[in-house]
């Protein structure tokens, strides 16, 4: 509710709102589960606040929240984009394509995520996000023999893709799995000592 009054807020400084037009973008801003290991993302959520406000205009990003209610934090902005005219123009700011999407997060990466070390993320990745069910199906496969060269060249564009989808959901599974287990040792550990 607080989101929607403050983008009808700002929605108020328009001069005409097309029936079809965008009225407000939404950016979700994450990182790695690693890289909260230490850390609660303050400056970094901060920062990415400031890159939003030197693209849209302070004025325009009308909210932002932290959520630390997840194993990640993760950030979400709102912007209402009203270009210098003062018209909604969420087409000039992100374009109509991916390849403008795609520049903005190269200069997100340069402008914010380098200076937390933090890798850009795979251009062109054909990543999908998968049901957490899908995810333990297939994780729980049998894990596939390395495919030789021959195999791969055999291989049909998609079952190449169905076996990097399967070792990588094994290998998240067995991260996350080593990183529980490694806290209960530790607490094992702490028993043990305090016994003795």
């Known amino acids: 509710g607080e989101v929607v009054g403050r983008v009808g807020e700002r929605l108020k400084t328009v001069k005409t709102v097309r029936k079809n037009a965008v009225r407000c973008l939404e950016f979700l801003v994450t990182a790695s589960p690693d890289f909260f290991k230490n850390r609660t993302g303050g400056s970094y959520f901060d920062d990415a606040k400031k890159f939003l406000e030197k693209k849209f205009g302070v004025e325009n990003v009308v909210s932002s929240h932290v959520h630390r209610d997840e194993t990640t934090p993760h950030a979400v902005f709102y912007v209402v984009p009203i270009d210098?005219?003062?018209?909604?123009?969420?087409?000039?700011?992100?374009?109509?394509?991916?390849?403008?999407?795609?520049?903005?997060?190269?200069?997100?990466?340069?402008?914010?995520?380098?200076?937390?070390?933090?890798?850009?993320?795979?251009?062109?990745?054909?990543?999908?996000?998968?049901?957490?069910?899908?995810?333990?199906?297939?994780?729980?496969?049998?894990?596939?023999?390395?495919?030789?060269?021959?195999?791969?060249?055999?291989?049909?564009?998609?079952?190449?893709?169905?076996?990097?989808?399967?070792?990588?959901?094994?290998?998240?599974?067995?991260?996350?799995?080593?990183?529980?287990?490694?806290?209960?040792?530790?607490?094992?550990?702490?028993?043990?000592?305090?016994?003795?």
């Open 84 to 196: 210098a005219k003062g018209n909604l123009n969420a087409r000039g700011f992100i374009g109509q394509n991916r390849n403008t999407l795609s520049l903005w997060q190269d200069e997100f990466f340069k402008d914010v995520a380098k200076k937390y070390k933090l890798g850009r993320g795979v251009k062109g990745s054909r990543a999908m996000h998968k049901k957490i069910s899908e995810f333990y199906a297939l994780a729980k496969r049998e894990t596939p023999p390395p495919p030789t060269r021959a195999g791969l060249l055999l291989m049909s564009e998609e079952e190449r893709l169905d076996t990097v989808k399967t070792l990588h959901a094994q290998a998240s599974y067995a991260k996350a799995k080593l990183s529980v287990l490694a806290d209960e040792r530790k607490k094992h550990i702490a028993k043990i000592e305090q016994l003795e």
